[in-house]
């Protein structure tokens, strides 16, 4: 599998030859490509925004590809179809092997951390104008959409229920199939709530829409319902929202106003990514930050300033070497970023033995399928041969009669005699194989007691 990807990622990386563009230290392949959110989300059009300043300084085109939920922007990085991923907060649940990672053919994925956006947005429920909402409160009994495939975006969801005190029970579930349709099902009256960044474009629609769009407050004092919030959402923190669509139709009426943030995008790369695509990628983002800032919605965390590193994911070793290069990158950094790496580590190990279990209980259950439908066989042919030993009894009785009264040779009474000893000796073979793989399902199933129960019977 390892050696898929590498091959996969050395061709996505090769798409468009294997010339790499350099300025400044700075070398990108001529083509790069990395997943996004769909084509009216915030972080696709960031990503663009990017992509123009790759190729105006680089010569290198970026190509976005969309996708419409957490897992369809993960399977190309899975597939190594692409390296990079400009993912949401569903890039942690795929580290962690969680919700829709946590299958065989998932999670846990080794992903690392570039560069991110922390941005002055924020990241809540957008409320139809006309839903009745004017505090956090009032969602109550309200349509709140369920995006199916989107992890990340139904756990805020979930968390923003639990800031306001409530939970799904509390509020009327709408599943749509991804985030875009989220936004459409408020403007076609079919839901009043959805998760996504304030900068989002499809936010415009619904502002122009006749339904309109509001922004309830997340008061930052309010420290019960953060810590309601954070145990669903650990990434979350308070945020002054100052940009995104029609802020001032919040509660405060007030621009900024108190909300909720975390990275977003968050830039991810697979485990065998080049060193040099990482440093070069993470250099060209950060020193090139006038020239992106205002390309697209929300881009002012893409300063080095507001980079955390000390997050939730390992940084890539090109991204490291960058901030070295800046003095930002200091032993706390390197301690940090240790213990997420062993933990990468841990999870994979762990998830190996799990494979590994999960293999030996298959092999387990299809042994005990086996042994059962067996031990059914021979009970019905148990009791064939108890109803044939009745009919062998009295075929051998009156052979025993006739032959007294001499109506029968010697010859045909030893027949009858043979068959009804055949007859017995093939009930107490047929019984001692059930017995046999009785013991044998008891042992495989660990009912010890049976098999003790089944030895006192045997005496």
Same mark, same amino acid.
């Given at each position: 599998?390892?050696?898929?990807?590498?091959?996969?990622?050395?061709?996505?990386?090769?798409?468009?030859?294997?010339?790499?563009?350099?300025?400044?230290?700075?070398?990108?392949?001529?083509?790069?490509?990395?997943?996004?959110?769909?084509?009216?989300?915030?972080?696709?059009?960031?990503?663009?925004?990017?992509?123009?300043?790759?190729?105006?300084?680089?010569?290198?085109?970026?190509?976005?590809?969309?996708?419409?939920?957490?897992?369809?922007?993960?399977?190309?990085?899975?597939?190594?179809?692409?390296?990079?991923?400009?993912?949401?907060?569903?890039?942690?649940?795929?580290?962690?092997?969680?919700?829709?990672?946590?299958?065989?053919?998932?999670?846990?994925?080794?992903?690392?951390?570039?560069?991110?956006?922390?941005?002055?947005?924020?990241?809540?429920?957008?409320?139809?104008?006309?839903?009745?909402?004017?505090?956090?409160?009032?969602?109550?009994?309200?349509?709140?959409?369920?995006?199916?495939?989107?992890?990340?975006?139904?756990?805020?969801?979930?968390?923003?229920?639990?800031?306001?005190?409530?939970?799904?029970?509390?509020?009327?579930?709408?599943?749509?199939?991804?985030?875009?349709?989220?936004?459409?099902?408020?403007?076609?009256?079919?839901?009043?709530?959805?998760?996504?960044?304030?900068?989002?474009?499809?936010?415009?629609?619904?502002?122009?829409?006749?339904?309109?769009?509001?922004?309830?407050?997340?008061?930052?004092?309010?420290?019960?319902?953060?810590?309601?919030?954070?145990?669903?959402?650990?990434?979350?923190?308070?945020?002054?929202?100052?940009?995104?669509?029609?802020?001032?139709?919040?509660?405060?009426?007030?621009?900024?106003?108190?909300?909720?943030?975390?990275?977003?995008?968050?830039?991810?790369?697979?485990?065998?990514?080049?060193?040099?695509?990482?440093?070069?990628?993470?250099?060209?983002?950060?020193? $090139?930050?006038? =020239? #992106?800032? *205002? %390309?697209?919605?929300?881009?002012?965390?893409?300063?080095?300033?507001?980079?955390? /590193?000390?997050?939730?994911?390992?940084?890539?070793?090109?991204?490291?070497?960058?901030?070295?290069?800046?003095?930002?990158?200091?032993?706390?950094?390197?301690?940090?970023?240790?213990?997420?790496?062993?933990?990468?580590?841990?999870?994979?190990?762990?998830?190996?033995?799990?494979?590994?279990?999960?293999?030996?209980?298959?092999?387990?259950?299809?042994?005990?399928?086996?042994?059962?439908?067996?031990?059914?066989?021979?009970?019905?042919?148990?009791?064939?041969?108890?109803?044939?030993?009745?009919?062998?009894?009295?075929?051998?009785?009156?052979?025993?009669?006739?032959?007294?009264?001499?109506?029968?040779?010697?010859?045909?009474?030893?027949?009858?005699?043979?068959?009804?000893?055949? $007859?017995?000796? =093939? #009930?107490? *073979? %047929?019984?001692?194989?059930?017995?046999?793989?009785?013991?044998?399902?008891?042992? /495989?199933?660990?009912?010890?007691?049976?098999?003790?129960?089944?030895?006192?019977?045997?005496?």
């Amino acid at each position: 599998m390892k050696h898929t990807t590498t091959l996969g990622l050395a061709a996505a990386l090769a798409v468009a030859g294997s010339s790499w563009a350099s300025a400044a230290d700075v070398k990108l392949p001529s083509q790069i490509s990395w997943t996004a959110y769909g084509t009216t989300s915030s972080g696709y059009a960031q990503s663009v925004g990017i992509g123009q300043m790759l190729t105006k300084n680089y010569g290198t085109s970026l190509r976005i590809i969309p996708g419409k939920n957490d897992v369809s922007r993960m399977v190309p990085l899975r597939e190594g179809q692409s390296p990079l991923c400009a993912c949401g907060f569903a890039a942690y649940f795929a580290q962690e092997g969680a919700f829709m990672f946590g299958t065989k053919k998932w999670g846990p994925m080794k992903l690392y951390n570039m560069f991110n956006n922390i941005g002055e947005n924020g990241q809540q429920a957008v409320v139809a104008g006309d839903a009745g909402v004017k505090t956090i409160k009032d969602i109550k009994g309200k349509r709140v959409t369920w995006v199916k495939g989107a992890p990340a975006l139904n756990v805020n969801m979930s968390a923003f229920l639990a800031f306001a005190g409530y939970t799904w029970d509390d509020v009327e579930k709408v599943v749509v199939p991804g985030w875009k349709q989220s936004i459409e099902a408020i403007i076609n009256g079919q839901a009043d709530l959805a998760w996504g960044s304030t900068a989002s474009s499809a936010y415009n629609q619904l502002a122009a829409s006749p339904r309109g769009l509001y922004f309830v407050n997340m008061p930052h004092s309010d420290k019960e319902a953060w810590a309601r919030a954070n145990a669903i959402a650990p990434h979350w923190a308070p945020q002054m929202v100052s940009v995104g669509v029609d802020l001032k139709s919040n509660e405060s009426g007030k621009v900024p106003w108190e909300g909720n943030n975390f990275p977003y995008p968050i830039f991810v790369a697979i485990e065998g990514t080049p060193d040099d695509l990482a440093y070069g990628l993470t250099k060209a983002v950060m020193e $090139n930050f006038d =020239q #992106i800032k *205002d %390309s697209g919605p929300s881009m002012g965390g893409y300063q080095i300033s507001k980079q955390n /590193l000390k997050w939730i994911f390992p940084y890539h070793p090109g991204s490291i070497k960058y901030f070295k290069e800046k003095g930002l990158w200091t032993d706390e950094h390197d301690q940090h970023n240790a213990g997420l790496l062993k933990r990468q580590e841990i999870l994979a190990d762990a998830r190996s033995l799990e494979l590994q279990k999960s293999d030996l209980l298959r092999e387990l259950q299809i042994q005990v399928k086996q042994i059962s439908g067996k031990i059914k066989e021979l009970q019905k042919t148990l009791s064939l041969q108890r109803e044939q030993l009745k009919l062998n009894q009295q075929a051998f009785d009156l052979a025993s009669a006739h032959y007294q009264a001499g109506l029968i040779t010697n010859i045909e009474y030893l027949t009858a005699q043979q068959e009804l000893g055949d $007859n017995q000796f =093939q #009930i107490h *073979d %047929s019984s001692l194989n059930i017995l046999m793989n009785l013991v044998h399902l008891y042992a /495989l199933t660990n009912q010890t007691d049976h098999i003790s129960q089944l030895q006192e019977a045997a005496k």
